[in-house]
């Protein structure tokens, strides 16, 4: 016990000497806990729309009103050309293309069917798939209006008529920091669990003072206990200032127990400081640490859920992403913090996470070998 005392005096006093490294490590998840949420976000709005109205009627200036006026888009072209209009997505002024025909108030009337066309530049193929999505709702919102009035400017009864009542659970107003800002926090300690504590000891075999130690007689678990301790510490904090910031900046208040995201953060740093160490074990330099280690956290922020659904992936990809750990902490966060989830509803995960770190740490702890010379 005095052996890991004195061990862990070292490391904190090794740690905050350097004291540019502590706002390193301090001020910078703050600063991109405070950015990344208002750049990295999913929700399109201000697409832009070339409207060709050939009919120029009443129906067509009621129509094109309800589509600016949603939010969700903005007029980057009016015109009676459909070529003009094309122009427009081909020098990226405009994203979609929604074409009025001739007589369209006239043969809705009459006919009591027409169409409009729509054109969608699918480069960006998220954007394109919402900003349609979205441009029909309008237009299927809009000829209901029109039917409705219809129907009760008529003497005859209307067609019966369902209607949907739909709410939205755990985030009513479909506030996407809910969604992303607790999934940042968490690719913010994987790289201090990850990367840090992989440098702290690759440091240790740049320097040489490695080589004492492997003399001396602390045992191996004892020096790998002191090792990863302090940078346990240090992502509990990092947390915490995350969490303060999330309520303060976003408002973004857990509904469940903060004991069950403090329980799950350690089970969680338990694994990623694993993986720091099995890196750090492969590693002679601080290039080669980083190298293995930026590679790791690279692919858990592209397939851990941070910003896609994993449950799109393909099969073999989500039984790989099922050995992630952050993948699981993402979905505690979530749960915990949206849902009010108790140990019972995150198990699961909580359990997968344990195994995991048990794997890697243990892997690491053979795989280091401490040798006299």
């Given at each position: 016990m005095k052996t890991l005392l004195f061990l862990l005096e070292k490391e904190f006093r090794q740690i905050l000497r350097n004291k540019q490294n502590v706002s390193i490590l301090i001020i910078g998840p703050v600063i991109q806990l405070l950015l990344l949420p208002l750049a990295a976000n999913y929700s399109v709005k201000n697409i832009s729309i070339a409207v060709v109205d050939n009919d120029h009627s009443t129906f067509s200036r009621k129509l094109i009103p309800k589509i600016t006026s949603s939010g969700n888009f903005k007029m980057a072209e009016y015109t009676s050309s459909y070529r003009q209009a094309l122009s427009a997505v081909q020098q990226d002024k405009a994203d979609l293309v929604l074409q009025i025909p001739l007589h369209f108030e006239q043969d809705l009337v009459r006919e009591n069917s027409q169409k409009l066309?729509?054109?969608?530049n699918a480069i960006d193929g998220t954007k394109a798939g919402?900003?349609?999505?979205?441009?029909g709702s309008i237009i299927s919102d809009f000829n209901s209006d029109i039917r409705n009035?219809?129907?009760?400017?008529?003497?005859v009864s209307g067609s019966p008529h369902i209607s949907v009542v739909?709410?939205?659970?755990?985030?009513p107003l479909l506030d996407y920091n809910l969604y992303i800002v607790p999934a940042i926090l968490v690719t913010l300690v994987t790289a201090l669990a990850a990367m840090q504590s992989a440098f702290n000891i690759v440091q240790e075999k740049e320097s040489g003072t490695i080589e004492q130690i492997n003399v001396s007689p602390i045992k191996k678990y004892i020096f790998i206990l002191g090792k990863l301790i302090p940078f346990l510490l240090m992502g509990i904090i990092i947390f915490s200032l995350g969490l303060g910031i999330a309520r303060l900046v976003y408002g973004i208040i857990p509904v469940g127990s903060l004991i069950v995201l403090y329980a799950s953060l350690i089970v969680y740093l338990f694994a990623m400081l694993g993986l720091g160490l099995l890196v750090a074990t492969y590693s002679d330099t601080q290039m080669q640490a980083m190298s293995l280690a930026f590679f790791f956290i690279m692919i858990f922020n592209m397939m851990s859920g941070v910003f896609n659904s994993v449950d799109s992936m393909p099969g073999w990809a989500q039984g790989l992403v099922e050995t992630f750990p952050p993948s699981h902490f993402i979905k505690i966060m979530?749960?915990?913090v949206l849902k009010g989830s108790g140990f019972g509803d995150i198990a699961y995960h909580l359990g997968a996470m344990a195994i995991i770190g048990l794997v890697l740490n243990?892997?690491?702890?053979?795989?280091?070998?401490?040798?006299?010379g």
């Open positions: 066309y729509i054109a969608i919402l900003g349609g999505y979205y441009l009035s219809w129907q009760q400017g008529s003497s739909s709410s939205n659970w755990y985030n979530r749960m915990v243990s892997w690491a702890v053979l795989n280091y070998r401490k040798t006299s």
